[in-house]
């Protein structure tokens, strides 16, 4: 059994799976920062990446730059285990919010 994943970490992993296989950090955080409506500091995207590569939910491998003097980057992708963890996840938070529709979405 993983330990359970962190917030931004769920958000790290969905900005990923969307971005697809070649998924970049700066469009990893472009991503959360258009779908979910907050910043993200360029360096809590770099840690939370390779915290995830370290628990074997991302891969990454290194890409050609394009260009002569360029530097590689880095692509991640999610792995099996990560799915895995991602799921489990977002089915804990859906029982939690099971039957709390009333009070989390009631008008003011």
């Given amino acids: 059994m993983t330990n359970p994943l962190g917030e931004f970490e769920v958000l790290m992993l969905l900005g990923v799976l969307r971005l697809g ?36 939910l991302l891969a990454s491998r290194v890409t ?13 992708r999610v792995t099996p285990r990560g799915m895995h963890a991602l799921r489990r996840a977002l089915k804990e938070v859906e029982r939690m919010r099971a039957g709390l529709k009333s009070v989390l979405f009631e008008r003011e």
């Fill in 64 to 76: 050609d730059a394009g260009g002569s003097g360029s530097q590689p980057r880095r692509a991640y």
């Fill in 21 to 56: 296989d070649d998924a970049m950090p700066s469009a990893v955080r472009t991503e959360i920062e258009g779908r979910a409506g907050r910043a993200v500091q360029r360096g809590a995207i770099y840690v939370t990446l390779d915290r995830l590569e370290a628990k074997g």
